[in-house]
């Protein structure tokens, strides 16, 4: 019997602390009417001083890892996507892979902003098609309230800590990953990006006096972006897969604002009752948000052996990338 790449198991971790709306409008001049009128957030998670990216990540995987019955050690390989690292250098997968004991791990990082889970996992399915490695570790995790700008109410509103993982692996044949595309669109770079702390603009007295290390965001050009790919993309990989919208049993959006995902639900016409939805609680959390909205449906018994799963993300690059999996578990 052939094989094919899946989902064996997938884990969350959210922080405890909630930041609600009205929290906020202490902060900026902003209002709790506002923010869930024009993005759906109401809430949001932040991690305590204490907590990193990494520490966020393990929680999530070893979630992910007891879902799936495989042991650290048998993993093959740790991807995280994230844009909020410890370090600069060394990468969060190496600090995750010596703390979770995976001794026989590779580790690597992967920049591509909100996109990263949907990245991450196409490596990781090519990975285990090829018959080159059998289980490998995919987290999306953010720690975006260390770059958010507090003083910023256009993009200090929607953004939450938290960390999603996945353990990929061989599944049966005919299940798992149908198809996938990654795109990206790197005229936008300029649209969301933290200005300072790379090469271009090494950190200086300058660069912090003036917001350099925060998110910088056009969000009117984000959302025109997001938009039009979001269902376009979606439609191409159907078409990949042969298969249509009427087909689809769960549709996972990235979760960025409730206006860009109700826009999506009217041009592909799907019913919204199959569109996981979560913004309400733990706003945009970039790279984690399609593995905490897999982990939560999962959990609530929403997805079933043999539905068609439809994923899709945009993010900083810009970037893009949607995948439809037949689910294996
Ligand atoms: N509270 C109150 N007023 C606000 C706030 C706020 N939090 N934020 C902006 N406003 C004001 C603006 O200043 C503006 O006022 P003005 O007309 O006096 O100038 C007014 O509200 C309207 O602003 P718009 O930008 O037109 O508001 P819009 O309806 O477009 O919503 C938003 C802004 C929510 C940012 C939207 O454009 C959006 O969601 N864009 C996409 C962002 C996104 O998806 N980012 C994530 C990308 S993924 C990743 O990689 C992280």
Same mark, same amino acid.
């Given at each position: ?7 064996? %198991?997938?884990?969350?971790? @959210? ?7 009205? $929290?906020?409008?202490?902060?900026? *001049?902003?209002? +709790? ?33 007891? *879902? &799936? ?30 703390? /979770? ?7 690597? *990082? ?21 018959? /080159? ?10 720690? @975006?309230?260390?770059?958010? $700008?507090?003083?910023?109410? +256009? ?10 993982? &996945? ?5 049966? $044949? ?35 006096? %003036? ?6 965001? +056009? ?22 897969? %042969? ?7 769960? /549709? ?15 041009? @592909?016409?799907? *019913? ?7 913004? $309400?609680?733990?706003? +945009? ?17 929403? /997805? ?10 945009? %993010? ?11 689910? &294996?578990?």
């Amino acid at each position: 019997m052939g094989f094919s790449a899946g989902i064996l %198991g997938t884990g969350a971790c @959210l922080p405890e602390k909630v930041m609600t709306n009205f $929290d906020l409008e202490k902060l900026v *001049d902003t209002s +709790n009417e506002w923010i869930v009128e024009r993005t759906g957030i109401r809430e949001r998670r932040i991690a305590d001083p204490e907590t990193a990216t990494s520490d966020m990540c393990l929680k999530a995987a070893r979630a992910a890892l007891k *879902d &799936a019955g495989v042991k650290a050690e048998e993993l093959d390989l740790i991807i995280v996507a994230t844009a909020t690292p410890d370090y600069m250098f060394p990468s969060t997968a190496c600090i995750v892979q010596d703390k /979770l004991g995976a001794a026989h791990a590779g580790a690597f *990082d992967l920049a591509a902003g909100c996109s990263g889970f949907v990245y991450g996992f196409s490596v990781a399915s090519q990975m285990i098609a090829s018959g /080159l490695y059998q289980k490998v570790l995919v987290i999306g995790a953010e720690t @975006l309230s260390r770059i958010m $700008d507090w003083t910023d109410r +256009n993009t200090c509103v929607l953004f939450g800590d938290g960390a999603g993982a &996945a353990v990929v692996g061989r599944v049966e $044949d005919g299940y798992g990953v149908l198809a996938l595309e990654l795109g990206s669109k790197g005229s936008g770079a300029m649209e969301l990006y933290q200005p300072a702390g790379g090469s271009r603009r090494p950190a200086t007295h300058e660069t912090v006096d %003036g917001h350099g290390h925060f998110i910088h965001m +056009n969000g009117k050009e984000v959302y025109k972006f997001a938009a039009r790919i979001m269902p376009a993309t979606c439609k191409r990989v159907l078409a990949k897969a %042969g298969l249509t919208i009427g087909d689809v049993d769960m /549709l996972f959006p990235h979760q960025a604002n409730q206006r860009i995902i109700d826009n999506a639900v009217k041009h @592909l016409k799907i *019913d919204p009752a199959k569109v996981w939805v979560n913004i $309400d609680k733990y706003g +945009n959390t970039s790279a984690a948000c399609i593995p905490i909205c897999l982990t939560e449906a999962q959990r609530e018994g929403r /997805l079933h052996k043999g539905d068609n799963v439809l994923v899709v993300a945009f %993010g900083t690059g810009l970037t893009w990338g949607s995948m439809l999996l037949k689910w &294996a578990k």
